[in-house]
Nanobody, 119 residues
């Protein structure tokens, strides 16, 4: 039911910033926990940041203080503001929508957007 489309990736220099967006369709967006994951070649997928339906956030230690996740429910969109980017942030970033409600589970993924941090 839910489709997710990421955008905003690209090539930036170390120390630069990007804002990723994830637009959702086909669901009541506000009830989902929204997450950003990333995966570099040959590595495991890593949870970068999450935000619950109630607005609580969590971050991987590696991005705390640099990244900010937010959501705008009226636009069915979640954002990841990435500042002070480092080469080790290079990865494909995926948007995820998750909910567990009354015994039913929703778990949806976007196709990903490439972020490359290089001078």
């Amino acid at each position: 039911q839910v489709q997710l489309v990421e955008s905003g990736g690209g090539l930036v220099q170390p120390g630069g910033s990007l804002r990723l967006s994830c637009a959702a369709s086909g669901s009541i967006f506000s009830i989902y926990t929204m997450n950003w994951y990333r995966q570099a070649p040959g590595k495991q997928r890593e949870l970068v940041a999450g935000i619950t339906s109630g607005g609580r956030t969590n971050y991987a230690d590696s991005v705390k203080g640099r990244f900010t996740i937010s959501r705008e429910n009226a636009k069915n969109t979640v954002y990841l503001q990435m500042n002070s980017l480092k080469p080790e942030d290079t990865a494909v970033y995926y948007c995820n929508a998750y909910r567990s409600l009354w015994g039913t589970v929703g778990d949806y993924w976007g196709q990903g957007t490439q972020v490359t941090v290089s001078s």
